[in-house]
């Protein structure tokens, strides 16, 4: 329930319906009869946090809890955030208006790092110190987990838990434990001392980080009786664990506004660039008929037209071919559309084809990733030239006259014929269209370029790799955009600054903990936002914390250095990401996962069991 006065500001600010709440499905509870608050906080806007599906299933798993009431927090944008702080309304839970001050937990989940400072600045807008160390009080206790955390150590100083891995199990697990330390009258120290014996916790304050002089790692040091391993946590079985029979279902349109329904966790193909791709090992699908029943009962609880299938490489899905029949036969008829984002070129059958021109057209969206064969084949790609057009001919014939290819410059080994190889490559699809005689008659093609600067990241071959600078990626993006001739091919970039930045903090330590601070007290804040973003306060903040941006994203490490994340335990041997490291300098490839088996070692997570071997 919102404040008399909340009421009267809102109409001060855009988009009023990212700050009110009662949104279909939303869960009100009688705060009275509740025990534990929650608070999900998405340190991004609305659009971007109600997109998430991991918010959705742990708000509905929260929610389950008849004791328990879980309600979201995103960041506000500029003009709203002004108001509060003249008003003096601190940060709020959406259901209940209420601050998160006052709430038992509250959770971020950290997908990106340019989303470091608004941890910060939504803890402030809370009034809370932004510091682990100056929160004294038992509650409220501050999480994070997600992507990011797979290395949180340049957050370290801000959050008391960190739960690497998948939060399924884990947030009921710590919710239980924080209400029978409420009950006893526990310290923070007490609870977080027992927290941190459960598997898949990770609590900073508990280990200690010297440094060599040149900077390096000299070791860590865990105290408390903490583990000195943490091993993340992973989901045994898909088909048995939690999924929401609902989603909260905006106002307003937001980024991805559609039901989702996740087939499967994990991925066969081992790019050596795609940290995802390595995290979330070992590969568990769900049965067809499992994820077909929760979809649909999705779409009838939400009234979506559209649902997604979700997965890091869908048509990867072993029982892909079984599922589309079964979803199109009540999906067709109740005018759904069904999406297939992240198909591969390689495997994109003709009996794909054939079901998706049942559906609505949108562009198809693929990834070859690099322009040339050599270079897919030292990122371990996996797909050739021949693989795309044949590809694109399906589609043309098909009827499709847009797509979209994905790449990535800055990539190791990368040189400039590579990047002429990018617009050759789209080039080439342009050409396929105008050659085939079954092309939609009286239309002309469209094929989009989107390039993303690759970023290191940890637990991936390339872990060790120094990335490009910033003059670097804009020569490369200038000679992309000199080598496309035809306006058919439009190509698209992500800022090399903020690339910069992002490699940075991915492979940062604890002295960056300073800089963000730092930097978020000048000013900074949604930094994955053009329009906020301010490289120039950056590196002030840097300069005047005595730290070097260099230092963390354009220096080549050696495969014995102590890298920040070393304590944790992601399931990938350190053997097997240097192995792979090596053949990608030799542009040698390794068989995905269902051809052969490369012993990651991501298997003995879950009891030796991984759905690749089927």
């Keep these: 329930m ?15 319906a990212r700050y009110t709440g009662g949104e279909f499905n939303s869960v009100v509870k009688d705060k009275d009869k509740v025990e534990f608050r929650y608070a999900f906080c998405f340190p991004d806007n609305y659009e971007i946090g109600m997109s998430h599906l991991g918010m959705k299933i742990l708000y509905s798993l929260i929610n389950a809890r008849e004791e328990a009431w879980c309600e979201r927090v995103f960041a506000p944008w500029e003009d709203m955030e002004k108001l509060m702080r003249e008003n003096d309304i601190p940060l709020y839970g959406l259901e209940s208006g209420d601050s998160i001050k006052d709430f038992d937990m509250i959770g971020f989940t950290m997908q990106y790092e340019m989303s470091y400072t608004n941890v910060l600045n939504m803890l402030d807008l809370a009034g809370l110190p932004v510091r682990s160390k100056d929160r004294t009080d038992l509650t409220p206790i501050i999480c994070a987990g997600g992507p990011c955390v797979c290395n949180p150590e340049p957050i370290a100083d801000f959050i008391d838990i960190f739960t690497p891995g998948e939060g399924e199990e884990i947030v009921n697990e710590l919710i239980d434990l924080l209400e029978k330390h409420k009950k006893l009258g526990s310290t923070k120290l007490e609870f977080l001392r027992e927290a941190a014996q459960l598997e898949g916790v990770y609590v900073p304050a508990f280990y200690d980080v010297n440094y060599n002089d040149d900077g390096t790692i000299k070791e860590v040091v865990n105290r408390e009786n903490a583990p000195k391993i943490v091993k993340k946590r992973i989901i045994s079985d898909l088909n048995t664990v939690f999924y929401p029979e609902n989603f909260v279902v905006p106002f307003i349109e937001v980024v991805h506004d559609r039901a989702v329904s996740e087939i499967f966790r994990g991925c066969i193909r081992g790019c050596r660039f795609c940290q995802a791709g390595f995290i979330y090992r070992p590969i568990r699908e769900k049965t067809s008929d499992v994820i077909n029943k929760q979809a649909k009962t999705l779409c009838d609880n939400t009234g979506y037209d559209e649902i997604s299938l979700c997965s890091l490489s869908t048509s990867d899905y072993t029982e892909i071919d079984k599922l589309i029949p079964k979803m199109f036969d009540w999906a067709l008829k109740e005018n759904i559309n069904v999406s297939l984002p992240s198909l591969r070129v390689d495997n994109f059958s003709d009996e794909l084809m054939e079901e998706l021109k049942k559906v609505r057209r949108s562009g198809l969206t693929f990834a070859p990733e690099a322009g040339t064969q050599r270079l897919r084949d030292a990122i371990n790609k996996n797909v050739t030239e021949g693989e795309v057009v044949r590809t694109a001919e399906k589609a043309f ?42 092309r939609p008659k009286g239309k002309s093609v469209t094929v989009n370029i ?117 304590m944790f335990d992601y399931g990938i041997r350190k053997d097997f990401l240097i192995e792979e490291n090596k053949k990608a300098h030799e542009s040698v490839t390794t068989p995905n996962c269902r051809q052969k088996c490369a012993a990651c070692g991501a298997a003995r997570l879950n009891g030796g069991k991984c759905d690749a071997k089927r």
Aim: aromatic share 14%.
């Design 450 to 566: 989107s390039v993303a600067s690759f970023v290191p990241k940890p637990f991936t071959p390339f872990q060790w790799e120094p990335q490009d600078t910033k003059p670097m990626l804009e020569e490369k993006q200038k000679h992309l955009l000199e080598s496309v001739k035809t306006h058919k091919i439009q190509v698209s970039y992500h800022e090399s600054q903020t690339s910069v930045l992002e490699g940075v903090f991915a492979r940062g330590d604890r002295k960056l903990c300073d800089v963000i601070e730092t930097a978020w007290r000048k000013g900074c804040k949604f930094d994955s936002w053009d329009e906020f973003f301010r490289f120039d306060l950056w590196e002030e903040a840097f300069k005047e914390c005595g730290v070097s941006m260099e230092f963390y994203a354009n220096r080549k490490r050696e495969f014995d250095e102590i890298l920040p994340w070393d």
């Design 397 to 438: 014939a098909g009827g499709w006259t847009t797509v979209k290819l994905y790449f990535m410059m800055g990539l190791p080994t990368e040189t400039l014929e590579d990047i002429e190889g990018i617009a050759d490559l789209a080039q080439t699809v342009v050409n396929t269209y105008y050659k085939n005689p079954d």
């Design 2 to 16: 919102l404040s008399k006065q909340l009421e009267k500001l809102l109409k001060n600010v855009q988009k009023p």
